[in-house]
């Protein structure tokens, strides 16, 4: 099985900081495109940003300047790095990533399960 795994949600202060993990894991052969997606209540999911094997990046522009994406291929690993953190970043982010397994000639997206941003007083 391939999974992806999301860490290091929690609650911070508007101004604060948080860096999320998305962990990839199983019998993987390649990694290409990932992204983080975010979707708060009553919204629909949107894009925050992507990188992709090469590690070029794009942002969304609410996350333009705030936000950084980033990619260790040796750990199977993706981050977003989150600065200047406003409630409206409040939201379940998601990861998400191009994944190759072993013996297959495809990349199929997989999906985190998410992990909760609240940025709030």
């Known amino acids: 099985q391939v999974q992806l795994a999301e860490s290091g949600g929690g609650l911070v202060q508007p101004g604060g900081s948080l860096r999320l993990s998305c962990v990839a894991s199983?019998?993987?052969?390649?990694?290409?495109?990932m992204a983080w997606f975010r979707q708060a209540p009553g919204k629909e999911r949107e894009l925050v940003a992507t990188?992709?094997?090469?590690?070029?990046?794009s942002y969304a522009d609410s996350a333009q300047g705030r936000f950084t994406i980033s990619r260790d291929n040796a750990k199977k690993t993706m981050y977003l790095q989150m600065n200047s953190l406003k409630p409206e970043d409040t939201a379940v982010y998601y990861c998400?990533?191009?994944?190759?397994?072993?013996?297959?000639?495809?990349?199929?997206?997989?999906w985190g399960q998410g992990t909760q941003v609240t940025v709030s007083s």
């Open positions: 998400n990533a191009y994944i190759r397994k072993i013996g297959s000639t495809i990349f199929r997206l997989y």
């Open positions: 199983g019998s993987i052969d390649s990694i290409n495109g």
């Open positions: 990188i992709n094997s090469g590690g070029s990046t």
